[in-house]
């Protein structure tokens, strides 16, 4: 009979603005539009869905269903979920702009 492992959730671990910060800085660097927009539900969830919902005047059905692995949020609620989160989008230039 094997063990049962419990399912790991990342929301757990976020419990501070570093560790937030650490993770959504790691997903930025992965280009992965998909990956990022997942990580940044999942740093919604740590937060509270219903919080960040009522505070982008969004529904949770809508912020899951768009930050879901299969999710596709437009830039604007991208943008809106970042600004009560605390996430501020920089830009720098890249390899091919030095």
Same mark, same amino acid.
């Given at each position: 009979? /094997?063990?049962?492992?419990?399912?790991?959730?990342? @929301?757990? +671990?976020?419990?501070?603005? &570093?560790?937030?910060? #650490?993770? =959504? %800085?790691?997903?930025?660097? /992965?280009?992965?539009?998909?990956?990022?927009?997942? @990580?940044? +539900?999942?740093?919604?969830? &740590?937060?509270?869905? #219903?919080? =960040? %919902?009522?505070?982008?005047?969004l529904?949770?059905?809508?912020?899951?269903?768009?930050?879901?692995?299969?999710?596709?949020p437009?830039?604007?609620?991208?943008?809106?979920?970042?600004?009560?989160?605390?996430?501020?989008?920089?830009?720098?230039?890249?390899?091919?702009?030095?």
């Amino acid at each position: 009979m /094997s063990e049962k492992l419990p399912t790991f959730d990342p @929301a757990e +671990g976020l419990t501070s603005d &570093a560790a937030i910060a #650490a993770f =959504i %800085a790691g997903t930025f660097e /992965s280009a992965d539009a998909g990956y990022i927009a997942h @990580a940044l +539900g999942v740093v919604a969830r &740590a937060k509270g869905m #219903a919080q =960040i %919902a009522g505070e982008t005047g969004l529904s949770r059905e809508w912020l899951y269903r768009s930050f879901s692995e299969r999710g596709n949020p437009t830039l604007k609620t991208t943008l809106a979920v970042m600004k009560v989160l605390g996430i501020e989008l920089t830009a720098k230039p890249g390899p091919q702009g030095r």
